[in-house]
C-alpha cells in the first residue's frame, strides 16, 4: 500500500466519522449503543463470568457489581463504539446490499462482533483493575461493602486464554442481540421525536 493510498484512507475515514457525527443522531446512536452494551449485554456477560464461571471479583453484592462493571465498560468502551459505529455503516455502504432490512441486519451484526471482538481481552483487564486485591477492588468494598455471601463463593480457576475465548464467544451473539436492541431503540427514538 502505498503512503498516498493509505493517507486518502485516512482522510476518507476522517470524513465518515465527522459525517456520522455531525447530526445529532449520530450523537443519540452512540449514547444509546453505548449504555445498551455496556449495562445490558454487560449484564449478560456479568452472570457468565461471576455467577455462571465464579470467576473472583471484589467481594459486593452482584447488582453492585454488575452496576460496577457495567459502569467502568460504558467509560472505557464508548471509545471504540465511537469509530465502530461509523466504520459498520460505512463497511455495510461499499457491500451494495439493496433492501434497508439487510443493511439494517448486516449493521447489527457487524457492531456486535467488533464489539465482541474488542471485549476480548475484558476479563485480563477486569482482574488486573477491579480485581479482588486491586486498589479499585478494594475501594468498591468500601463503597458498597463486603457482601459475606460472594466472599464465600467457590469460583473456578481458569486460564486467560480460555477467559479470552469465551468472552469473545459468548460474547458475539449477546453483543449482536443488544446491538439489534439499541438500533431498535434509537429507530423508536427517532420516530418518536419526528412526531412530536
Given at each position: ?166 468472552q469473545v464467544a459468548v460474547g458475539v451473539p ?23
Amino acid at each position: 500500500m502505498s503512503a498516498t493510498t493509505i493517507t486518502e484512507t485516512r482522510q476518507h475515514a476522517a470524513q465518515g466519522i465527522r459525517a456520522f457525527y455531525s447530526r445529532p443522531i449520530g450523537w443519540l446512536a452512540l449514547l444509546v449503543s453505548s449504555a445498551t452494551l455496556a449495562y445490558g449485554g454487560g449484564g449478560v456477560m456479568f452472570w457468565f463470568h461471576a455467577i455462571y464461571r465464579g470467576e473472583k471479583g471484589p467481594p459486593i453484592n452482584d447488582w453492585y457489581h454488575w452496576a460496577f462493571d457495567s459502569s467502568l465498560g460504558f467509560i472505557a468502551l464508548t471509545p471504540a463504539l465511537f469509530f465502530i459505529l461509523p466504520g459498520a455503516l460505512w463497511a455495510i455502504d461499499r457491500t451494495r446490499l439493496g433492501a434497508s432490512r439487510a443493511k439494517a441486519a448486516a449493521y447489527v451484526a457487524l457492531v456486535g462482533v467488533l464489539f465482541g471482538v474488542v471485549t476480548g481481552p475484558g476479563p485480563i483487564m477486569h482482574d488486573f483493575l477491579v480485581g479482588r486485591d486491586t486498589a479499585l477492588g478494594k475501594l468498591a468494598v468500601d463503597v458498597f461493602g463486603r457482601d459475606p455471601d460472594v466472599a464465600a463463593r467457590v469460583g473456578g480457576e481458569y486460564s486467560t486464554l480460555s477467559d479470552v475465548i469465551l468472552q469473545v464467544a459468548v460474547g458475539v451473539p449477546v453483543y449482536v442481540t443488544v446491538a439489534l436492541v439499541a438500533l431498535v431503540a434509537v429507530r423508536a427514538m427517532v420516530s418518536g421525536l419526528a412526531r412530536a
